[in-house]
């Protein structure tokens, strides 16, 4: 029989230890999905998803039932995702990238993958989303993820968030404004 997590929860904190690992299979590859599209790549996310778990069993008292126990994680895995990229920004701004000399290529060999063209349109592109999304203030772009990534209600951003449900609505809307403006130049014709 399938317990809520409500009732999970309830058993955690009744001393029932095994009853978070129930939680944990339920809610990993959410937390997962939202550290990766925050970090953007797969060793990061791994290492939030272990964190957001750890941190929300040490602070389990502190969950309220305000809100559904998914949004709450999903709140811890955002925080613990900007934590480590802005650490990580700042171990890498004196970092230099390796040169690659011509003889170091590899040999590219014809194949059914997308065209150079076609990766290197897919790289811009996702460059541009990148870009787009660190002009994002913290609370945009967790609401941006949670709404448009996630598909949460104004609702769990707005408890996710700790902010009411009007300002949580216009953390959404600045950030698909911002977005929008970013974006923009890639959708217009090529003239």
Known sequence: MATS????VKQVLGGDRDAFRVLVERHSRQVFSVAFRITGNEPDAEEIVQETFLRAYRKLESFKFNSAFSTWLQSIAANCSYTLVEQ??????????????????????PSGAPSPEQLVLSSEVRGKVAQAMESLTSAEKTAFVMRHFEGNS??????????????????????VQKMRFALEPMARPAR
């Open 5 to 8: 997590d409500e009732a999970a």
């Open 154 to 175: 104004i609702e769990e951003i707005s408890a996710a968030l700790g902010i009411a449900t009007t300002a949580a609505k216009n953390c959404v809307y600045r950030a």
């Open 88 to 109: 990580r920004g700042r171990h890498q701004k004196g970092r230099v990238e390796p040169k690659i000399d011509e003889d170091d290529k590899p040999i590219e060999l």
